[in-house]
Structures are given as structure tokens and as C-alpha cells.
């Protein structure tokens, strides 16, 4: 399955989880909204964090999620690449492994359809 049908397949899963427990689900929306406000870091650089996170933790939904959050804010390859580096250093060999997804990722979601 590519990762553009993954990332469509857990934005389905996450509507019916939305629909079972609205508050909070609402909740959750409302505190991701606070921390992503432009603040002392703007929104593409806490997307640049929130990658390196979901990188680190292992997290494929949140790599997904936050790659294809980038590439609408414009973020080059390179940008991506130099995240995953740092995600690595953090995360050791299994941030290595998920690292190469987020690139991989990233090539699907502006390769030309």
C-alpha cells in the first residue's frame, strides 16, 4: 500500500474514532491547534519538530501526517532530509529506519501523479 493510501486510510479510521468520542476528540484538535500557533517557532518549523518526534518514536501514522503537512507548507527534500538526520542521532537505528520512510514518504507525496 503507498503511503498517500496509508495516509488516506488513517485520516478514515480517525473520522470514525472523531464520530465515537467527540469530546475528546475536540479536545485533542483544540491543544494541537495551541501548539501549533505561530509563536516563537512558526507552524512549518513545529511541523519540522513534530516530524523528528514521529520519527524518533517510531510513529508511521505521525510521519505521514506531518511529511504530508510539509510538503503544503513547501518544505524541499533536502529540508526533510536534514530533519531525518537529526531524528536519527535521537532515535538511534530504529530512527534510521523510520527516517528512510519519512524520505521515502516525502519523494510520494510531490512525485508527479
Known amino acids: 500500500m ?3 493510501e496509508q495516509l488516506s486510510d488513517k485520516r478514515k479510521e480517525l473520522r470514525e474514532l ?3 468520542i467527540p469530546e475528546t476528540f ?3 484538535v483544540e491543544m ?13 518549523e513545529k511541523e519540522y519538530v513534530a516530524l523528528g ?3 524518533a518514536i517510531r510513529c508511521d501514522a505521525c510521519i505521514l501526517s506531518h511529511v504530508s503537512a510539509l510538503v503544503r507548507l513547501g518544505a524541499t527534500r533536502e529540508e526533510i532530509a536534514d530533519v531525518c538526520g537529526m ?3 535521537m532515535g538511534g537505528g530504529p530512527g534510521l529506519m523510520y527516517a528512510a520512510k ?3 514518504a516525502y ?3 510531490t512525485a508527479e501523479s
Not at 491547534?33 to 512549518?44: G, I, V
Request: glycine residues 6%.
Open 107 to 109: 519523494d510520494e507525496f
Open 26 to 28: 475536540a479536545g485533542f
Open 18 to 20: 472523531r464520530k465515537a
Open 102 to 104: 519519512a524520505l521515502a
Open 53 to 55: 518526534i514521529g520519527i
Open 87 to 89: 531524528a536519527v542521532q
Open 2 to 4: 503507498s503511503f498517500k
Open 32 to 44: 494541537e491547534k495551541a501548539a501549533s500557533a505561530e509563536a516563537a517557532l512558526d507552524h512549518k
